[in-house]
């Protein structure tokens, strides 16, 4: 099984709202990423976590808030976005957090913030 | 500053034609490299990576890449292009802890019947 799983697939949310993107992989990987990707653009990095520690936040607004309740959940919460939050947000996991491993992504979440 | 550059935005091929992808990298030492490969709206698929030994790398779905260390350039290659290959190719590297990874802006792919 080399898939990483997101849920939701799309979601719309106003920019009062609460709610949460999560993601799941059973590869036994204990690192994980979040990516943001902007339409035609490349994915950037968010957050990267190894053995469930949050190890690197790329300077990324408090109102997104990573969280990794055990080694293959990852979730990520957000609260009062932006509409310019709106993008696909990519999980990924890896081995481990060395650059000699190869990420695998998810299938994204679709986030508008109307 | 670390850095990846794909020239091409667009390429437009004929189906059955061969393809070149051009991605250079610029980096103080050379990175693990890798082509990810993105329908519209879906995630990344890693097509292939390059870490060290044989500068030619073979991949998943036909392809293959040549890691050239004297130009700075990983490019990605197939021989006969299928119109299920029509997406966008992201070239990557890393060199750092955390796994990074550095994209390109990607290049879309055109097939034309």
């Known amino acids: 099984d080399t898939e990483v799983t997101q849920t939701p697939k799309h979601l719309v949310m106003g920019m009062t709202n609460k709610k949460s993107l999560k993601c799941e992989q059973h590869m036994g990987h204990r690192a994980m990423y979040w990516y943001k990707q902007k339409a035609k653009k490349p994915p950037e990095l968010m957050f990267v976590y190894s053995y469930e520690k949050l190890s690197i936040n790329e300077s990324v607004p408090s109102r997104f808030s990573p969280e990794c309740p055990n080694s293959s959940l990852l979730n990520l919460h957000l609260h009062a976005l932006q509409p310019e939050d709106s993008a696909l947000y990519l999980c990924a996991s890896s081995h481990r957090t060395g650059a000699n491993t190869e990420a695998f992504f998810g299938q994204g979440t679709r986030l508008t913030v109307v | 500053a670390q850095s990846v550059t794909q020239p091409d935005i667009h390429i437009t091929v004929s189906e059955g034609a061969s393809l070149e992808l051009r991605c250079n990298y610029s980096y103080g030492a050379t990175p693990y490299l890798f082509w990810y490969v993105q329908s519209p709206g879906q995630g990344l698929q890693l097509l292939l990576k390059?870490?060290?030994?044989?500068?030619l790398v073979q991949g998943i779905k036909g392809f293959e890449a040549e890691f050239k260390r004297s130009q700075s350039s990983f490019n990605l290659r197939k021989p006969s292009v299928h119109w299920s290959d029509a997406a966008e190719y992201f070239c990557a590297a890393t060199r750092e802890y955390g796994n990074k990874l550095v994209f390109g802006a990607g290049t879309i792919l055109r097939v034309k019947s």
């Open positions: 390059y870490f060290s030994g044989d500068t």
